[in-house]
């Protein structure tokens, strides 16, 4: 068994399309439409890992956009170059909300995406 996709509530499917493949840097995988407005829209990391696009649509889902986990961070974005990665991101208008800080699981700094859910932006440990 493998987890195969994780949705991502969204206002708006090409607002959403634009900004994780601009800012984050995700590549387009998918998208299918589905007709009566409702498309099958995945993004990629490098890896394969896909996020579903899922265009909220139902008044308790518009209200968990951006807040898809409580106000905790609930996505982890891992790299291998952390102060690279940061300095990417910032220039493409990505606001941190921390300084960089070292954890005993490497190197974070939290951020948030277009709608405001927060990410963990993760390099390696200290040495």
Do not use: S
């Not at 708006?12 to 589905?34: C, K």
């Not at 990505?94 to 300084?99: D, W």
């Amino acid at each position: 068994m493998k987890l195969a996709l994780t949705a991502l509530l969204v206002r708006d499917y090409d607002e959403a399309i634009d900004w994780y493949t601009r800012a984050l840097g995700f590549r387009h995988a998918r998208d299918d439409d589905q007709g009566a407005g409702k498309r099958w829209v995945v993004i990629e990391d490098d890896g394969g890992r896909g996020l579903l696009l899922a265009k909220a649509r139902k008044p308790e889902e518009l209200a968990a956009v951006g807040n898809q986990h409580g106000g905790r961070v609930g996505f982890f974005l891992e790299v291998r170059k952390f102060d690279a990665a940061l300095e990417r991101l910032t220039l493409a208008g990505i606001h941190f909300e921390e300084e960089p800080r070292n954890e005993p699981y490497g190197k974070v700094a939290v951020f948030r995406d277009l709608y405001g859910n927060r990410w963990d932006l993760v390099g390696p440990p200290k040495e």
